[in-house]
């Protein structure tokens, strides 16, 4: 073999090596790993969708409304001083946040409508506002249709790029705003044929139904992975404990979980790339002392932190001036399941997420 053949095949064999080494070297960015989240739904996933308040010329700050509320002391707060009202409707961190921990960012990404036009930060946006339902209900603000419906418009002028797409993950958290203007069974003589009218039920089956055509849009787009959250007992939510002063859940409306749960678990039960995100079980092992894996976690389950003095009001209700607190709050959140009417602490919602963070990872492989 000539010295010409020789050197020629050590520079091809040379040339394949550096090749490898840039392959081995490519951008983290090239990775097909999950790296950007985007969030729809109600509070359990806004980190700030809701219309910031306009200020009152006439008061040293804007006035609190139950609208507004997320925007003032005490949410945010973490009840030791700290002044931080983000637009989340807890004292702090909520489940769109720890999802977004779990994935390895700081947490969920910035939400869409604290977002420059034309702009989507590398680790998604959130597009849950507080209120939301899969239909339009009383609050009337964006139903999870109308979210995608946004997500969609902005893949189509380019602001959110289809590679991203096809490297994200979905939350959709519907909580079960839906059902919030169903009769209340305690006013009902006979609660389970209440429960088990065709009508109610047939309601639900148009509510799961509407959940699941949305999933199917944002697979259409591209998105691979959706974490999908079941509703949580809704029946144990302070909202819903007042009447008997905290002491036990209301039955008629966990049945409406159940019914939705077991719905939405049939029609997903065909799809791939959708992982349930089991908040009944999670909720229910934390509330219910009889079968529960938390128990101990918390002093205070079915009563809120932050709760008003006026049965019908709201947290963070004030009064005429700025002294005026018409509501009470308790001396340590981390003891308290719930942080108002419906949303639970940030201590709450880590004790729900540690219990789902395993099958999340094994769903997004990212043991």
């Given at each position: 073999?000539?010295?010409?053949?020789?050197?020629?095949i050590?520079?091809?064999?040379?040339?394949?090596?550096?090749?490898?080494r840039v392959?081995?070297?490519?951008?983290?960015d090239?990775?097909?790993?999950?790296?950007?989240?985007?969030?729809?739904?109600d509070?359990?996933?806004?980190?700030?969708?809701?219309?910031?308040p306009?200020?009152?010329?006439?008061?040293?700050?804007?006035?609190?409304?139950?609208?507004t509320?997320?925007?003032?002391?005490p949410?945010?707060?973490?009840?030791?001083?700290?002044q931080?009202?983000?637009?989340?409707?807890?004292?702090?961190?909520?489940?769109?946040?720890?999802v977004?921990?779990?994935?390895?960012?700081?947490?969920?990404?910035?939400?869409?409508?604290?977002?420059?036009?034309?702009?989507?930060?590398?680790?998604g946006?959130?597009?849950?506002?507080?209120?939301?339902?899969?239909?339009?209900?009383?609050?009337?603000?964006?139903?999870?249709s109308?979210?995608?419906?946004?997500f969609?418009?902005?893949?189509?002028d380019?602001?959110?790029?289809?590679?991203?797409?096809?490297?994200?993950?979905?939350l959709?958290?519907?909580?079960g705003?839906?059902?919030?203007?169903?009769?209340?069974?305690?006013?009902?003589?006979?609660?389970?044929?209440?429960v088990?009218?065709?009508?109610?039920?047939?309601?639900?089956?148009?509510?799961?139904?509407?959940?699941?055509?949305?999933?199917?849009?944002?697979?259409?787009?591209?998105?691979?992975?959706?974490?999908?959250?079941?509703?949580p007992?809704?029946?144990?939510?302070?909202?819903?404990?007042?009447?008997?002063?905290?002491?036990?859940?209301?039955?008629?409306?966990?049945?409406?979980?159940?019914?939705?749960?077991?719905?939405?678990?049939?029609?997903?039960?065909?799809?791939?790339?959708?992982?349930?995100?089991?908040?009944?079980?999670?909720?229910?092992?934390?509330?219910?002392?009889?079968?529960g894996?938390?128990t101990?976690?918390?002093?205070?389950?079915?009563?809120?932190?932050?709760q008003?003095?006026?049965?019908?009001?709201?947290?963070?209700?004030?009064?005429?001036?700025?002294?005026?607190?018409r509501?009470?709050?308790c001396?340590?959140?981390?003891?308290?399941?719930?942080?108002?009417d419906m949303?639970?602490?940030?201590?709450?919602?880590?004790?729900?997420?540690?219990?789902?963070e395993?099958?999340i990872?094994?769903?997004?492989?990212?043991?």
């Amino acid at each position: 073999m000539t010295s010409m053949k020789i050197i020629s095949i050590l520079c091809l064999f040379f040339l394949a090596l550096n090749a490898a080494r840039v392959e081995s070297r490519r951008n983290p960015d090239d990775r097909p790993e999950f790296r950007h989240l985007f969030v729809f739904g109600d509070s359990f996933g806004d980190n700030g969708n809701t219309p910031k308040p306009r200020t009152n010329p006439f008061r040293r700050s804007p006035a609190v409304t139950e609208k507004t509320r997320q925007w003032f002391f005490p949410y945010g707060s973490f009840t030791d001083g700290r002044q931080n009202p983000t637009g989340r409707f807890s004292n702090y961190l909520v489940q769109s946040d720890l999802v977004a921990q779990i994935m390895g960012l700081d947490t969920a990404p910035p939400a869409y409508m604290l977002t420059e036009k034309n702009t989507c930060d590398k680790s998604g946006m959130t597009f849950a506002v507080g209120g939301a339902g899969a239909f339009q209900v009383p609050s009337k603000v964006a139903t999870l249709s109308d979210q995608v419906d946004t997500f969609e418009s902005l893949i189509a002028d380019g602001t959110i790029s289809r590679r991203r797409v096809e490297h994200s993950v979905a939350l959709i958290a519907i909580s079960g705003n839906d059902y919030t203007s169903l009769g209340d069974e305690r006013e009902d003589p006979n609660i389970h044929a209440f429960v088990k009218n065709e009508t109610i039920h047939g309601f639900i089956r148009n509510v799961t139904e509407e959940i699941v055509n949305n999933v199917q849009r944002l697979q259409e787009m591209g998105v691979t992975k959706i974490l999908m959250n079941n509703l949580p007992p809704v029946g144990c939510a302070p909202s819903r404990t007042v009447p008997n002063l905290f002491t036990e859940c209301d039955r008629g409306r966990n049945h409406y979980a159940s019914v939705h749960n077991d719905a939405l678990k049939m029609l997903l039960r065909a799809m791939d790339g959708v992982h349930t995100v089991d908040l009944n079980t999670a909720f229910t092992n934390i509330i219910d002392g009889t079968n529960g894996e938390n128990t101990d976690a918390f002093d205070e389950k079915l009563s809120p932190c932050c709760q008003s003095m006026d049965p019908k009001g709201y947290c963070g209700q004030m009064g005429e001036s700025d002294s005026d607190f018409r509501y009470t709050l308790c001396e340590n959140a981390d003891k308290y399941f719930y942080w108002d009417d419906m949303n639970p602490t940030q201590a709450g919602w880590e004790t729900v997420m540690e219990q789902l963070e395993d099958p999340i990872k094994e769903f997004l492989e990212l043991n």
